[in-house]
């Protein structure tokens, strides 16, 4: 009859449950930080935490999911504020600025190849899904909207699904597309994309 031990091979105790997902998550926010994200490896990730490879790969299934989760738990908190400066051109503008707060943190070069990973292991009907389908970024631009249509600066109930669905598919195509969302690049699709769509004349 076999044991199993509660210590490992070099006499420590084993972590187990929330102890051991926690030492996981701050060993891979801790290399995430040190060598970016290409020269991420779950088997680093396993030797700092001192827990064994096939126990990450069997709670993360690839290195972009433990690296977006040690992010999350770890990294700068993305709790959206909805601005209302008076001007739906500015709420764009300081809202989708916030999306740039973790590129700022990490820098550009060690985030590459994350969220293109990251969007690999989504489903292709939950990426491309129904264009009336909410998420959080469309709901937020909704309000904002709503708050626009209130100063009248456009008509809200003219605006199709599709056309609420656009920023969030910019957005993905943009980082998908370049890695990086740079305040420049966030103030030229305002101005040249969602400005003239939301604000036309129906």
Request: charged letters at 25%; glycine letters at 4%.
């Amino acid at each position: 009859m076999f044991i199993l031990s509660k210590f490992d091979s070099n006499g420590q105790k084993r972590r187990r449950g929330a102890d051991l997902e926690n030492a996981v998550l701050k060993a891979a926010w801790e290399l995430l930080q040190e060598v970016g994200y290409q020269d991420f490896t779950m088997a680093e990730v396993a030797h700092r935490a001192n827990a064994a490879k096939p126990v990450l790969y069997r709670r993360w299934p690839e290195k972009s999911s433990l690296a977006a989760h040690a992010i999350l738990k770890f990294g700068p908190k993305l709790d959206f504020t909805i601005p209302n400066t008076g001007s739906l051109r500015q709420d764009l503008v300081d809202f989708f600025s916030q999306l740039i707060k973790i590129f700022d943190m990490f820098g550009t070069d060690k985030l590459k190849g994350l969220v293109t990973d990251r969007l690999k292991s989504i489903p292709m009907e939950k990426l491309f899904s129904a264009p009336n389908s909410k998420n959080e970024l469309q709901t937020a631009v909704e309000q904002i909207l709503r708050q626009a249509e209130n100063r009248h600066e456009l008509s809200f109930d003219k605006l199709s699904p599709r056309v609420l669905h656009l920023p969030s598919v910019i957005f993905v195509n943009e980082v998908v597309s370049q890695e990086v969302v740079t305040q420049q690049v966030i103030i030229e699709i305002v101005d040249d994309i969602l400005m003239p769509v939301f604000t036309a004349k129906h």
